[in-house]
Each structure stands twice: as structure tokens, then as C-alpha cells.
């Protein structure tokens, strides 16, 4: 089915600020951020993706729904965090590692109540356990890092969902003279 010239407008202004925001995203983790701490190119390349990741993850249709995933991402991020730090605090990257606390992580969110967050958990862990394994002087800065760049990853994507939204009802053909809404209204 065909969409109508409105809705293709609203979807190619939400794609643009996506597109936008992951650009910023990327830049802002491996320009700015990497002048705070920087453990190597390598590791401020992958600070960008998990940072462009974690934008794209809850750029959502609408606020809320950005929100929850917002809070999913967090919260699997955080469980991830813990576990890895513990771990590469007293033990280097091995593949053994990786595939306990890969499991560890999505049993730990399982057991507290957020089921559906095991994934990211898991998905969080690798990324952090493989970063260390890439990055090993200091690996227990991983989890600190990959932190960091997910919150501001979180920040940026519920950002810019909420001005796509706002940006496709600015453009919105207006119809019997209503007046154009103002952000979260």
C-alpha cells in the first residue's frame, strides 16, 4: 500500500533528523568525548558506534515509547556494567569470560524483572567484553566507557525523536484553521 504525500513527508523528516542525530551522535563520541579519555582509535571508533547505537535503539515513533526504550537501554546497560566491571577489575578479555558473563547478564536482568532487556544485556556485555579484548591495557575502563556512551547515545536519540515528532506536526497540513501545536501538547 501506497502512502499518502503527508505520511512519506513525516517519514522522510523523522529519517532525516535519525540520520542527523546518528551523525551527531558518532561525532560528539569520537571528536569530543575521545579528548576527555582516549585508550586508543580503536576504542574511540567503537565509543562512536555504541554511541550512534544507542541513539538509533530509542529513536522511537513516539515520546514515550523513546522513553521506555531509553529505559530498557539503561537498565540493561547498567546490569552489563556491573558484571563486566567486576570481572575485568581481577581478569583479562578470554572467550570463557565472554560467554559467562554474556549469560550472566541476560539471566541478572531476567531475574529482576526485565525480562525483555536480556538481549541488550547480552548484546551490552559482548560489545564491552570484546572492547577489552581490543583495548586490553586497563580493560576495566570498558564498562566505564561503554557507559558513558550509551547515556549520551540514550540522550540524543530521545532528543531527537521528540523533535522529529515535533517537526512532522509543524509540517502537517493544517486543516479548518487549527493552530499548529507546540512542543508537548
Given at each position: 500500500m501506497l502512502r499518502s504525500w503527508g505520511e512519506a513527508r513525516e517519514d522522510l523528516v523523522k529519517a532525516a533528523v535519525l540520520?542527523?542525530?546518528?551523525?551527531?551522535?558518532?561525532?560528539?563520541?569520537t571528536g569530543v568525548l575521545s579528548r576527555l579519555y582516549s585508550a586508543s582509535r580503536a576504542d574511540d571508533?567503537?565509543?562512536?558506534?555504541?554511541?550512534?547505537?544507542?541513539t538509533v535503539f530509542v529513536f522511537r515513533d513516539s515520546h514515550e515509547h523513546s522513553v521506555a526504550a531509553a529505559i530498557s537501554r539503561v537498565s540493561a546497560t547498567a546490569a552489563s556494567f556491573v558484571l563486566?566491571?567486576?570481572?575485568?577489575?581481577?581478569?583479562?578479555?578470554?572467550?570463557?569470560?565472554?560467554?559467562?558473563?554474556?549469560?550472566?547478564?541476560?539471566?541478572?536482568?531476567?531475574?529482576?524483572?526485565?525480562?525483555?532487556?536480556?538481549?541488550?544485556?547480552?548484546?551490552?556485555?559482548?560489545v564491552v567484553m570484546i572492547s577489552a579484548g581490543i583495548s586490553p591495557g586497563h580493560a576495566w575502563r570498558q564498562p566505564i566507557l561503554r557507559l558513558?556512551?550509551?547515556v549520551v547515545g540514550v540522550v540524543i536519540g530521545v532528543a531527537a525523536a521528540w523533535l522529529a515528532q515535533?517537526?512532522?506536526?509543524?509540517?502537517?497540513?493544517?486543516t479548518g484553521g487549527?493552530?499548529?501545536?507546540?512542543?508537548?501538547?
Open positions: 540520520a542527523a542525530a546518528a551523525v551527531c551522535s558518532y561525532l560528539l563520541a571508533l567503537i565509543g562512536g558506534l555504541w554511541t550512534l547505537i544507542s563486566c566491571l567486576i570481572y575485568l577489575a581481577f581478569l583479562p578479555f578470554s572467550v570463557w569470560g565472554l560467554a559467562i558473563l554474556v549469560g550472566a547478564s541476560a539471566l541478572a536482568v531476567t531475574l529482576i524483572g526485565r525480562s525483555g532487556d536480556a538481549i541488550t544485556a547480552a548484546i551490552t556485555t559482548a558513558a556512551d550509551t515535533w517537526l512532522a506536526r509543524q509540517l502537517a497540513p493544517r487549527a493552530e499548529p501545536r507546540t512542543p508537548g501538547s
